[in-house]
Antibody, heavy 116, light 112 residues
């Protein structure tokens, strides 16, 4: 069974940092592009970042460029999102996700709250 | 970036009746390989989004066959042949052709 389990979300002050993790199982993690999405309260999902199978191709949404860093550890089947210089507007549930030829999956999400 | 526009935004439906959601993109999602890079997601209350349809018309694994996706280029439709109570939630289309992937505003299906 495919599973994606996010962790690392927390309450943090503006300007602070967090590192999110996504533990993957049930599929060959090292073969797939992986994505981070987020969903602010009462809003639709928004794409944040993606990374290719070996970590050599990375892409970010404009609103996180220079502040967030995506990475992966294929030996441990884990995806990461390092979030620095956090802003109030980064408050959201963060999801990791992937897509394959059967559809793919999203995790259940981890809550990030940026507030003073 | 590609703008996605859905309609209607609210969809009250009687169980057993059909339902249809439209999604339009500001640019064609049809690639030269013949695939339309358009996904449909359902977010049930309190859950994460789940992929229903990808490449415009391919049902994801485990998705009931009452869900179907049609369309090409800039105009797409998600159809539910007979709505069931478990289909309530917000439906989103998302273009996967160009970075950044972008979503429609969401269409909320509720049971009458």
């Amino acid at each position: 069974e495919v599973q994606l389990v996010e962790s690392g979300g927390n309450l943090v002050q503006p300007g602070g940092s967090l590192r999110l993790s996504c533990a993957a199982s049930g599929f060959t993690f090292s073969k797939f592009w992986m994505h981070w999405f987020r969903q602010a309260p009462g809003k639709g999902p928004t794409w944040v970042s993606r990374i290719n199978s070996d970590g050599t191709a990375i892409d970010y949404a404009d609103f996180v460029k220079g502040r967030f860093t995506i990475s992966r550890d294929n030996s441990n089947n884990t995806l990461y999102l390092q979030m620095n210089s956090l802003k109030v507007e980064d408050t959201a549930v963060y999801y990791c996700a992937f897509k394959d030829d059967r559809g793919g999956s999203w995790g259940q999400g981890t809550q990030v709250t940026v507030s003073s | 970036e590609i703008v996605m526009t859905q309609s209607p935004l609210s969809l009250p439906v009687t169980p057993g009746e059909p339902a249809s959601i439209s999604c339009r993109s500001s640019q064609s999602l049809l690639l030269s390989n013949g695939h339309n890079y358009l996904d449909w997601y359902l977010q049930k209350p309190g859950q994460s989004p789940q992929l229903l349809i990808f490449l415009g018309s391919i049902r994801a694994s485990g998705v009931p066959d009452r869900f179907s996706g049609t369309g090409s280029g800039t105009d797409f439709t998600l159809k539910i042949s007979r709505v069931e109570a478990e289909d309530v939630g917000v439906y989103y289309c998302m273009q996967a052709l160009q970075s950044p992937p972008t979503f429609g505003q969401g269409s909320k299906l509720e049971i009458k």
